[in-house]
């Protein structure tokens, strides 16, 4: 356990500030899977070579992440960040909750269609 008084411990936690800016989508429509390819081409790239490739991408996924890759940069510039320097630190899906739908088949069937969500997340920082 941690030694001191609570407030103690959690002025020492506060103090572990993360000066990296952010954006995060939540149940985004797209599967982790299709949003990963398009995180996979830029992951480690500065943003300019970025926003090229996410606005040249015929995905559907480079939309979204496109979308969110501009509220990451505006929540940069409100950390005082120099936009020039920016680079894409972290980028990741996680699987959301799965919307489950029933398509009718013959003879009285149904089938199960899993229409899937994730929570992708842009991590910016400067070089």
């Known amino acids: 356990m941690a030694k ?3 407030s ?7 103090e572990q500030v993360d000066n990296r800016a952010r954006a995060t989508i939540s149940y985004a429509r797209v599967s982790v899977q299709k949003a990963c390819f398009v995180l996979d ?3 480690g790239k500065d943003v300019k070579t970025a926003l090229g490739i996410l ?7 480079s939309s ?3 979308k969110l890759l501009k509220s990451a940069i505006a929540n940069a510039e409100y950390k005082n960040m120099d936009t020039e320097k920016l ?4 980028c990741y899906a996680n699987q ?10 013959a003879r009285g069937s149904a089938n199960r269609i899993l229409k899937r969500t994730s929570h992708i997340t842009i991590v910016l920082n400067e070089r």
């Open 8 to 14: 103690q411990i959690k002025r020492q936690r506060n």
């Open 96 to 105: 959301g909750p799965i919307l489950k739908r029933i398509r009718p088949r």
């Open 4 to 6: 001191g008084h609570r």
């Open 64 to 66: 979204v992440i496109l």
């Open 87 to 90: 680079y894409i630190q972290e």
């Open 55 to 61: 606005a040249y991408n015929p995905r559907y996924a």
């Open 41 to 43: 081409a830029i992951r």
